[in-house]
């Protein structure tokens, strides 16, 4: 692209670039001086009463055009050395003024991006009963602006990189210098130059290239909505990756033990927040669990079951044409067909089909013997119990039903066999190089401190130190 000798030349040239463009506008005023000055920007991309303020009106008060330069009330101006870098300002929602003073050309920028974003709200996927509740927004300087807000610090640093060859977009990688481990940060830098991608929409297009594993069943990346929720694990040594555009902000490493915390345990008594990460455990172990060791009992063991449940578990079977094991698979299937349902349709209308679907359908089932009523109890407890861990809710179903194939081929010895599989699969995950099932595996004293049991008192300072170990 040539490089414009004067205003006039550059305005011609944006004006051949964007010709196809029909929100893109050059407003051209005349100084008191004499000096043209031009005002390049998109409409509703940029701010136009923004525009008019800052740089327009100005303008107009200059008998002098030495004095053209210093009028500029922006906040924060750059200069432009060339076409190219005009163009890609404008792209990114600066708006760029230039002007001649003695026949030498003088070209800025501004961001004067438009102000019509989503308020700061709280997240719906994340309420809490209790503590704050702003959320991340789209706007990625508004979401590195609510960490500044909570980390008045100045070893919070903010590096900034972009991904996509054809509409780059704008990516922060916020830590805190000192406490967030180098090698971490380094690996992160160089995955995100290694991304080729046209553009990107959100986070979670990124999301599984920054992690250890290409595709992942278990997350190994996190990410949350909250402020208050990523300035903590800012300061427990993560690292947070922001996208412009997107809500949710990424954090790494992650480990498995962050799927049964809450940021709102810390504002409990910690013997109710050990009590509630308990049961997200227990609640963990029935979700993938229950249904095999019932088939593994019912077929393999029964001598196992107490002889009043297995008397009535008979009797509840009397009647159905299918074997437990089909019986209990296409349950726990219909009930995955409801939960998708529920979650694509519109809110109001989703949550009246997911509940009359499932009373309707679950009482029909055991009136015209399709199924009986212990099966119905396994699966939606089994069911239930996977919304405990939002984290890792999406693997459950999988792990479920792969567990009961263990179980209906092996009994027992199939189900022990599959938590051994499990459990070795986990253990040689990591996250950013990192243990994903640290401190459990390695076993570090101090980390389990805020693993199960809920400490708050030592949770940071342990947190930073199993990270840089």
């Not at 709200?121 to 979401?143: C, H, L, Q, T, Y």
């Not at 910690?270 to 979700?287: C, K, M």
């Amino acid at each position: 692209m040539a490089q414009p000798e004067n205003a006039a030349k550059l305005d011609e040239m944006l004006q051949n670039t964007f010709k196809h463009s029909c929100d893109f506008a050059v407003r051209k005023v005349k100084a008191p001086c004499g000096t043209i000055v031009y005002a390049a920007s998109f409409i509703g991309y940029c701010d136009k009463e923004y525009i008019s303020e800052t740089f327009l009106k100005p303008m107009l008060q200059i008998d002098n055009e030495e004095n053209l330069i210093s009028a500029l009330c922006a906040s924060k101006l750059l200069k432009i050395n060339s076409s190219e870098e005009a163009v890609s300002a404008l792209l990114g929602g600066s708006a760029v003024i230039f002007f001649d003073i003695r026949e030498t050309l003088y070209v800025f920028c501004a961001d004067a991006k438009s102000k019509n974003a989503r308020s700061i709200s709280e997240p719906e996927g994340e309420v809490v009963i209790r503590g704050p509740r702003e959320g991340f927004v789209e706007s990625a300087d508004v979401n590195v602006a609510l960490l500044r807000k909570r980390l008045k610090t100045e070893r919070l640093y903010v590096e900034s990189a972009a991904c996509g060859d054809l509409s780059p977009t704008n990516i922060y990688i916020v830590y805190i210098e000192g406490i967030a481990d180098k090698a971490v940060i380094n690996r992160i830098k160089k995955r995100l130059g290694k991304i080729k991608l046209p553009t990107v929409i959100d986070s979670g297009y990124i999301e599984h290239l920054l992690g250890d594993s290409r595709y992942p069943l278990f997350p190994d990346v996190g990410n949350s909505e909250k402020p208050d929720k990523v300035a903590a694990k800012l300061v427990g040594g993560r690292v947070a990756v922001i996208c412009d555009g997107s809500p949710c902000v990424l954090t790494l490493p992650y480990f498995f033990v962050e799927s049964i915390q809450s940021a709102e345990d810390y504002l409990k008594s910690p013997y109710y927040a050990t009590f509630l990460r308990i049961l997200r455990v227990l609640g963990t172990f029935f979700a993938v669990f229950l249904p095999g060791i019932y088939i593994a009992l019912l077929e393999f063991d029964t001598s196992a079951i107490p002889h009043t449940l297995l008397m009535t578990i008979l009797e509840s079977r009397n009647e159905i044409p299918f074997t437990a094991f089909t019986e209990l698979t296409v349950i726990l299937l219909v009930f995955e067909i409801i939960r998708e349902v529920g979650v694509r349709m519109p809110r109001a209308v989703g949550d009246a089909v997911s509940i009359v679907a499932g009373i309707i359908l679950g009482d029909a089932a055991i009136k015209a013997g399709i199924a009986s009523a212990p099966v119905i109890m396994v699966a939606a407890l089994s069911a239930t119990c996977s919304f405990i861990d939002p984290p890792i809710m999406n693997a459950l179903p999988i792990l479920r039903f792969i567990n009961l194939i263990f179980a209906r081929i092996f009994g027992l010895f199939g189900v022990i066999f599959f938590m051994i599989l499990l459990g070795a699969c986990l253990a040689v995950k990591t996250s950013c190089g990192k243990p994903y099932l640290m401190p459990f595996a390695p076993l570090k004293t101090k980390g389990l401190l805020d693993g199960v049991l809920a400490v708050p008192d030592i949770v940071l300072a342990n947190e930073e130190n199993e990270i840089k170990e």
